[in-house]
């Protein structure tokens, strides 16, 4: 009797030890199997950013290089590369850069601009039937260009740009910001606001906005294009009661204007009879062209855009002191 109480004893024991050795190996697996779920996660690397189409504009930095009659942004957030629209204030950089470059072979500059990443269709007629669409950047503000080859480290962007004061348009040399218009007189291209020479660290203020009305505008760029420096620049004046007045590089212009809310039209347009050879004659032409297709207007700072009626921009023109 006593001893198949102690065998029975000891079968109970037995059992239990067993139960106990599972239910540690259990614990122990768990325990196991949530540590390597723990160093699995931390070993994953952060989602690479990918570059997307903005609502917005928004402050861009990447490295900036033209050539082939094309300008290419490499974004330093993404590390993505595409390609800059001739819209905007692209031709504000694009010269920027061919001064910065002064003649030399193609490089990668530092580039600072407010803008949006568009989705728009391929150039090439082939991909563009098939539906195919790349992004691309719209320099709607140049901030500054820098000699820079590299990103600075960190950067991450901003966002809500136009909601900010906007630097005055700038090519940093040297560790020093070279206003665009000392730009302007190293590649006699650029127009832009009154020197103003500082550090990189240096606050720069954007000129108020301008009035379209009894403001003397002077041609920029012809459909993204700079205009040649002539003699004669092209400039139009929108005095009141509808009157136009101005000049396209060769002779004076006549006219009238109408203007209700965005939209923006020119009558026709009358001009003198004097003859015009080359760029001269080149750009007169393309400035009456603008005229007879304007459609809408915007102000950016002393800049004013004139656009077709679908929005696309015609040609751009520099506020500057009125004549006596």
Known sequence: ?????????????????????????QKW??????????????????????LRPSVQTERWQGLYTYQADAGRFQDCRTGQTVPVLMEGDNVLLEN?????????PAVSMLATVDGKVLEQPFADPVLAQQGRKQLMLRVERFVSLSSASTCASGWQGRSGA??????????????????????????????????????ADTAQVAAPASTLENTHWKLLTLHGKAVPRQGQSAQLNLLAQGRLAGSGGCNRLMGSWSQ?????????????????QGAAARTESGLLKVLEH?????VHGDRLELL?????????????????
């Open 1 to 25: 009797m006593h001893s198949s109480l102690w065998r029975l004893a000891a079968c109970a024991l037995a059992v239990a030890g067993l139960a106990g050795c599972t239910t540690v190996s």
């Open 29 to 50: 697996a768990q325990w196991r199997g949530k540590d390597a779920g723990s160093a699995a996660a931390a070993s994953v690397a952060p989602p690479t950013p990918v």
């Open 96 to 104: 920027a850069y061919m001064a910065s470059r002064s003649g030399g």
């Open 162 to 199: 136009a909601d900010q004061p906007a630097p005055s348009q700038a090519v940093e040399k040297a560790g020093a910001v070279v206003p665009a218009a000392a730009a302007e007189a190293a590649s006699a291209k650029v127009a832009d606001a009154p020197s103003t020479a500082g550090t």
């Open 260 to 276: 209700q809310g965005e939209r923006l039209q020119f009558g026709q347009v009358a001009t003198t009879r004097m003859a015009c």
């Open 294 to 298: 304007t459609a809408g207007w915007r």
């Open 308 to 324: 077709d009626a679908k929005g696309k921009l015609l040609a751009q023109l520099q506020a500057e002191a009125a004549k006596p």
